[in-house]
């Protein structure tokens, strides 16, 4: 009998209405039905969320890590894009 | 007086379909196809033994002789036990485990519906908190009828002979008698005919779309509900109240 993996599905949370659906981990389902059972089943059960998406892996298409220096580096010389050289007046909370 | 026997002796059928399916779903805990279902398999018996946790403790209080939800599940003898032979059949294979918890599902589900308007308050309130977990526990099984069925051809005969195996023990789920009469006049509980009915309903719709059929043999076993249980119950109970037999008020 051939040993057919079911395929993978990346799992992605929300935890709370207003806040972005957050990647909290992988499983193996066999279709997106079973995939959200299964996430509603092994990332919920504590009550860490209120809505669930999930997509098959194949379909993430990932930046290569060899072009992470290519990709990234470069940014990080470029301090002046962070709105970090501005006053703040007085009076203005929570910055 | 007379309401209390009935409500106690109805309060516990409930419950100890419950606690012994419960216990049943237990077992396939570190046993599950994949580990997923695994997980699946262990919430679902979670689900099911904090309801027994539920009928059982109110079923004490019912009967005012201060026995508790423990007590009660666990000091006492097969013939005591008022499950549905359903519940205390076999896991079998995934598929099995599956086709008695779809029939269990369903039925529970139009119960507990039509428990929410229940002039006995406990029981409403009850029925409300369980109606949740058990439509989630329906739309699991019935989804596992359908991809077993419409899935290969090992995985449909398999799961065509758990229908035929298990078929037989589905009438007791509408189980009636002078108990459940006079609760029904007293509003308490709902009649089980249009719960029946509907069922079949929605078991057959089911089923179809699994390309299953339903067998024709209309031959019916029933005795849980009075107290009569197949061989297995007793095999339940030896696991299930050994601790508490050989250790008595033992508690962790």
Not at chain 1, 70 to 95: C, N, Q, T, W
Not at chain 2, 21 to 45: F, K, M, Q, Y
Not at chain 2, 171 to 188: A, Q, R
Not at chain 2, 214 to 225: D, V
Request: negative net charge; hydrophobic residues 40%.
């Amino acid at each position: 009998m051939a040993n057919q993996e079911w395929p993978l599905w990346e799992v992605f949370i929300r935890s709370k209405q207003g806040l972005n659906h957050k990647h909290v981990g992988s499983l193996r389902a066999s279709d997106e039905q079973m995939a959200v059972d299964n996430a509603r089943d092994v990332y919920t059960r504590r009550s860490e969320g209120v809505s669930i998406w999930v997509v098959e892996s194949n379909n993430v298409f990932a930046s290569e890590p060899a072009q992470a220096d290519s990709l990234f580096e470069p940014a990080d010389s470029k301090a002046y894009r962070h709105p970090m050289f501005y006053d703040v007046p007085d009076g203005i909370s929570h910055m | 007086m007379e309401k209390n026997t009935n409500l106690f002796e109805y309060v516990l059928r409930m419950g100890d379909d419950s606690l012994i399916l419960g216990h049943r779903v237990s077992e396939w805990c570190g046993h599950g196809p994949i580990l997923e279902e695994d997980i699946a398999l262990t919430n679902i018996s979670l689900d099911l033994i904090g309801q027994a946790t539920n009928l059982l403790e109110y079923a004490g209080e019912i009967e005012g002789k201060g026995r508790d939800g423990d007590a009660i599940a666990f000091l006492r003898c097969d013939r005591e036990y008022k499950n549905l032979l359903l519940v205390e059949q076999t896991n079998g294979d995934f598929g099995k485990t599956m086709m008695r918890q779809f029939f269990f599902d369903a039925f529970r589900r139009l119960l507990f519906e039509r428990l929410l308007k229940s002039s006995d308050i406990q029981l409403a309130a009850i029925a409300d908190k369980s109606l949740k977990e058990t439509k989630y526990h329906l739309k699991h099984s019935s989804e596992w009828m359908i991809r077993l069925g419409d899935g290969t051809d090992e995985s449909h005969s398999r799961i065509q002979d758990s229908l035929d195996s298990l078929w037989k023990y589905t009438n007791e789920l509408f189980f009636m008698d002078e108990v459940d009469f006079s609760l029904i006049k007293e509003g308490i509980i709902p009649s089980m005919d249009g719960i029946q009915e509907e069922w079949l309903v929605y078991v057959t719709s089911i089923l179809e779309e699994a390309t299953l059929s339903i067998p024709t043999n209309n031959w019916k076993q029933e005795g849980g509900r009075i107290g009569k249980h197949t061989e297995h119950l007793g095999f339940i109970l030896a696991e299930l109240q050994y601790m508490q037999r050989a250790y008595p008020n033992m508690k962790w």
